[in-house]
């Protein structure tokens, strides 16, 4: 296949970008849109150009550490499927592809299709985990977990933190992720104790990056893992509870 | 050059009965007290199972941790990747496993080329593991009663495999990753991302810090610590072509290994059996089809050689079950070695299927016709969704095409029973070192290791080295030891940038794959060996004077990167050869064509052979001196492993 790609290149953070048009010539079919852009890489290397910059690891669809806008779409064409993974089979031949990083107040781009997510790791650090240290916990089989609630927490703990719902969402809201790993702890018994806190620290921090969700749910569908929407009206749930609570009182009420 | 007499190669492993070592050690182990812990600064590279458990641990503990992972985020790191599980002595299915079960299966598993002491270790933690990951909130699989649900792997006859769907690494790694994130929201740990680090600091022979590299600016910067812990990973992408992530390297392993570390059973790697084979020459990475899959599918070639026939055509009478008809016993759960190497025989006499006549089938149709579709997909859905993206072929009407596949490496650094490399302060866990898989690592341990070695191995052990350093501060920065380090690093940086050649890098390193993969891979001869050694010679020459990197050192410079740690292979990848050469004897991955059986299974020689190698640098390449540690079984006598 011979395809024409309109590519975002920019050097660093602080200077200006410009789309910049390659040929991609006599590409596989089999061959993945990231292995495209290896063997443009080759050429641009060999021409003495600087190889387009973006972020790769695993090429399995779940690292990821992937992600760009392929015409306009998170991930590119194809549904429930991570850069890595689109094939260049759902392309045609002569086909003009454009390829953009990310965009988001939240992720400043730092080269090319690379951007800087940072603000993800920061709603973690806020709640997205359980407090337990290492050697403290008991037998494994203490607290049945009924099986409907371990599956519908495995669908939220899905997620690979690509951003592709920000880059989706016309708010770069990252209400998606945040309820993913919220509502993953959530529904099990193990996360209960701190339902209502964590949901409190994971939105706060979400709302200092990121805009506001209007349900527009354009992130559902970018999502390469197919995460549900109903996890952000579950999340919405438990932090509207979490405003009519009195932590304090509620702490003395469980000490008695 | 050999050195059998090696004062360096002290294991420390305790005496007594197998059963009291761990605890014994653990009694006899210096600690630190509570209030001291926060007066300690400790490094960790890499934030995979192994480095995100151990960092989270110490910062439990009151250490002062500082992470450095070269990825944009600590969630990463690719043991993201493990697919069917992690193994663990539970015995909930009440079919007769105990820790003493798990012991036996990977010594043997191991075929007999690890360590008994720290292997029952292992199976002993292996159920704590269970128990932290769980109450972390990691999903795992459930029965409808509530409790945990388990499946088989290869190399055992009990179901000890704890999974979460196909994507149990994931989970466990985003697990570590949090507990990682909530000892930085709690003060303790500091994680640097997009942080390579390219040299370990060593100071009156001991390892004080280590030299980095910020990927977004290139700036070059020194980290002092009381000790360094190496969770770098292994090696595979030693073959271009592997299962693992693209910028898993070895750089970080063999820098230490360059400053005095000893690198141990270097030629001992995993060729995984069921990888999806490689399509064409422009492939970045093969993708792994988790062992999990062989519960349930059944493995087979057609019995006749250059039979072209679509699968569902061959009839059942001219197909042959090979494991199943060679390996009665175990069938197609025989470990990973055998596996592979049935595979390859099977290629060999021209039976193997698709288009490149490099694969073989991994059949579903059986077991969909005893257990349903609906039972398939909810077991592996996400994996056969995956075949199906790759391959545009639907596996649950068309067998699966597999393919031996590099995946994993048993080799790595040497350390003794506290995890500590031959250079004191200096630490290797998780896959980057080497003791617990001996020659062939069973399916679903290499996460039990990463986490046990992270959780609860090191967390004790470190506190021996630190309590002799109490109330001392680290290595200043601006010590002669950082400033030379710093500048070995420059140096190398700008002699990349500066050769102007005409190749890629990515050019050597499939050349170097294809080397490997060849003659370092699933058969190795004296000849093919020697042929590699000096072929990798003159690869590495031309690599110093053809190499073309663009761009400057001052900003991402992915190019750069990749110089790096592909100049590290070529040195690496000579070891492995030169190891393999010296290991006259056929065990676990390790197949030499020269030591085989009448059958064709691996021939150990436990007379002259029974020892880790162990090899250390002195000045050059050429010049790697051997020495052995050897290995005494005293619970699982050596025996030809039969899974007949």
Redesign the interface.
Known sequence: MDLTLKVWRQ??QDSEGEFKTYQAQNV?P???F??ML??VN?HL??Q????I?F???????????CGVMVNGFPHGP?D??ATC?L?M?KFEDGDAITIEPWRATAFPV??DL?V???P??KI??????????????????II????ES??A??DA??C??CAACVAACPNSAANLFTAAKMQ??NL?P??NPERYTRAVAMVETMEEYFGSCTNHGECESACPKNISIDFIAMMNKDYVKAQFKNFERDAQIKGK | MTDTHSPTLDAKIPEGPIQQRWDEHKFHTNLVNPANKRKYEIIVIGTGLAGASAAASFGELGYNVKVFTYNDSARRAHSIAAQGGINAAKNYPNDGDSIYRLFYDTVKGGDFRSRESNVYRLAQVSNEIIDQTTAQGVPFAREYGGLLDNRSFGGAQVSRTFYARGQTGQQLLLGAYQALSRQVNEGPVEVFTRSEMLEVVVKDDRAVGVIVRDLVTGEISAHSAHAVVLATGGYSNVYFLSTNAMNCNATAAWRAHRKGALFANPCFTQIHPTCIPASDEHQSKLTLMSESLRNDGRIWVPANADDSRAPNDIPEDERDYYLERQYPAFGNLVPRDVASRAAMRMIDQNRGIGPLKNGVYLDFNEAISRLGRDKIEERYGNLFEMYERITDEDPYVVPMRIYPAPHYTMGGLWVDYNLMTTIPGLYAIGEANFSDHGANRLGASALMQGLADGYFVLPYTIGDYLSDWLNTEPVATDDEAFTQAMAQVNEREERFLSINGTRSVDYFHRRLGHLMIEHCGLARSREGLEKAISEIRALRDEFWKDLKVLGTSESLNQSLERAGRVADFLELAELMCIDALEREESCGGHFRLEHQTEDGEAQRDDVDFSFVSAWEWINSNTSQTLHKEPLEFEYVPPSQRSYK
């Open positions: 050097a660093n596989s089999d061959a993945s990231l292995e290896d063997e080759e290397n060999d003495g150009e600087e190889p910059a972020d790769s690891d695993c090429r399995e669809g779940i690292c990821g550490a194809q429930g499927t993974q094939h089979r730092i080269r690379v800087d997510r940072t993800f790791d973690i650090q806020a709640g997205g985990y359980i407090s337990i240290n290492t050697g403290a916990a008991r037998d494994a089989n049945p977990v009924p099986k371990a599956d927490s495995m703990a899905s690979i933190g993953q702890l099990l193990q996360g």
